[in-house]
């Protein structure tokens, strides 16, 4: 499967035009959505109109950015301006929004070919796509499997060829470990890099967009797109977005060698529950980064593991503040039959919303009413101060920290679906970075028996991306792993 | 321990109507997960400070200006009940 640049080669060579691309991407999709069902709508015909638009400005002689006439896909919880965006979910089944989300608009104006908007698990809440209300998605590796999630629908689209780069949301994990089950390149950026406008709300001290990619540079080159401030996100950061995929060709950083790039690999995440498969091939990779020159140590982050229960009270609290917007009465369904305002929206929550969702307003509601909001809110929000406090004095040593992604590969569909404990397990390495705001990708670190993909987990310092990347391709170029597609 | 009654109460809060099978389910699956987030009182905090962001931020304030809005009619449309330039809820008083 052909690279960002290389596609954009062929579009300016006229080797291929690019309504020719989305064709076969749109044709790509055909032949494998009943398999994967990563898509909860297409675009088909807006693709194939904006695609003519850049075959007439290439004709013309004009000059395209990088992005222009490439096959990419939203995850459904971004708004797109008259196109339904559900959230996965049944309370927004016949949602429209009027306005686009600013990495929409940021994509629309790089000339990126949206052809559709992938399924996730509900408001993005799960670990596996499966709290979707419309569909199950399969990992393209393995389709009896999850994807993993909540960004699903948008790690196996990009996994299986569906489309070139996909955008994701990440509040504890949901590009991260989707990333590691389908085998591709997932980062989720600094807290307020890229702007949350338009993303529908689920814990907004935690919620960040990114992408997926096939590769190191691919995730580069979208980065960049997404990034920058923004006024209508008041987290947004202030300053220049760096030029991601320049960086990664700078000569100076193109050997690690003599380098003395520190490496720190998390303790706590090894041991207990790590899968015996990922453990190897994690340290496999670490011994390639050795091979390479960098200085590969072990770390302790010793409230690491405080992550996971700090992030089940601070996401519900969060999610059951901005989750009371979806009340019947401004946009999404209504149940129609209750006789008065409150029983109205009751009803409307209970038919709209997804056992999951439910779960995680009801752990918020209790965590932050009168009584339990010093013993667990507040007690959440110091511990979160710690965990940061962990990684501070880790990053005072160390250039970037490693990890397994998630502790397993791709579980089966229906596995855990019963047993909401064990499902938030599988985010337990990826959670701790979301409460402090650091950048982190999951790269490809190898395969297990079973053909499952396993994913490395990188983690650099507060807008440390660019840094990240070219630690993230220097491993690439050492390894095959990116070159390997599923079968489908 | 989390008793049936107090799931009621968080439903009744948050607006959820919940059924009685679904009451019981959340009752042993909170109570589970709570008693998973008390492990958090192995960590001493008496005097650590509370984290809202982890990236320090200040409140973003900016002049209170009008803007024209372009898409009035999409936002009236988004409605579930809409009756002209309103929208339809129950009886409230």
């Known amino acids: 499967m052909a690279s960002i640049r290389e596609l954009h080669q062929q579009l300016v060579s006229k080797a291929r035009s690019a309504r020719e691309l989305t064709q076969e991407t749109l044709q790509r999709i055909d032949a494998t959505e009943p398999k994967l069902r990563s898509f909860l709508h297409l675009t088909a015909d807006s693709a194939i109109a904006r695609a003519e638009a850049v075959d007439a400005k290439i004709a013309s002689g004009e000059d395209i950015g990088i992005l222009e006439g490439i096959p990419i896909a939203i995850k459904d919880n971004m708004c797109t301006r008259g196109v339904p965006t559900t959230c996965a979910s049944k309370i927004l089944e016949n949602y429209i929004p009027p306005y686009d989300a600013t990495v929409v608009e940021k994509l629309s104006a790089a000339g990126a070919v949206s052809v559709g908007k992938t399924n996730l698990d509900e408001f993005a809440m799960g670990s596996s796509t499966e709290n979707s209300a419309y569909q199950v998605t399969g990992n393209p590796w393995d389709t009896d499997r999850v994807p993993g999630g909540s960004s699903g629908g948008s790690a196996a689209a990009v996994a299986a060829g569906q489309c070139v780069v996909a955008t994701g949301s990440d509040t504890g994990g949901s590009i991260r470990q989707p990333a590691s089950f389908c085998g591709v390149v997932g980062l989720k950026p600094t807290y307020g890099l890229v702007s949350r406008y338009g993303l529908v709300a689920y814990a907004s001290s935690l919620d960040q967009i990114g992408p997926f990619a096939r590769t190191v540079e691919d995730a580069a080159i979208f980065l960049e797109a997404l990034a920058g401030y923004d006024s209508k996100d008041s987290t947004s950061l202030k300053g220049d977005v760096p030029n991601y995929a320049a960086a990664l060709e700078s000569e100076t950083i193109a050997n690690l060698h003599g380098d003395k790039l520190k490496i720190g690999v998390i303790q706590e995440t090894f041991g207990e529950g790590l899968d015996a498969e990922v453990d190897g091939a994690v340290k496999a990779a670490l011994k390639v980064y050795e091979e390479l020159g960098a200085e590969v140590e072990m770390v302790s982050c010793p409230t690491f593991r405080y992550g996971l229960p700090t992030y089940y009270v601070i996401a519900p609290s969060e999610a059951s503040a901005n989750l009371a917007r979806y009340d019947g009465v401004r946009y999404g369904a209504r149940a129609e039959a209750a006789e008065n305002l409150i029983g109205m929206y009751a009803e409307t929550r209970a038919r709209g919303f997804g056992a999951e969702v439910k779960r995680r307003i009801a752990i918020g509601t209790y965590a932050l009413s009168s009584g339990y909001y010093d013993a667990y809110y507040l007690k959440a929000q110091k511990v979160r101060t710690l965990i940061c406090q962990d990684f501070k004095n880790a990053f005072a040593q160390y250039d970037v920290l490693v990890s397994p992604t998630s502790p397993t590969t791709a579980f089966k569909a229906g596995e855990k679906t019963d047993d909401p404990l064990s499902m938030y397990l599988s985010d337990l390495m990826t959670i701790p970075v979301n409460l402090a705001g650091l950048p982190s990708l999951s790269l490809p670190c190898g395969f297990d028996r079973q053909g499952l993909p396993i994913g490395l987990q990188i983690i650099g310092n507060v807008l440390q991306e660019t840094k990240l990347l070219q630690v993230a391709q220097r491993y690439e170029q050492a390894s095959e792993w990116h070159t390997k597609a599923p079968s489908l | ?93």
Request: charged share 35%; aromatic share 4%; hydrophobic share 40%.
């Open chain 2, 1 to 93: 321990m989390l008793e049936r009654e107090e799931v009621k109460k968080v439903a009744h809060l948050a607006r959820l109507a919940l059924t009685e099978d679904e009451t019981d389910a959340f009752t042993g699956q909170l109570a589970q997960i709570l008693d998973y987030v008390e492990q958090l009182n192995e960590l001493d905090t008496d005097e650590v400070a509370p984290t809202a962001h982890a990236i320090d931020m200040r409140n973003v304030t900016r002049p209170d200006d009008l803007e024209n809005y372009e898409h009035r009619e999409d936002l009236l449309n988004a409605a579930p009940a809409r009756e002209g330039d309103f929208i339809r809820v129950p009886k409230i008083l």
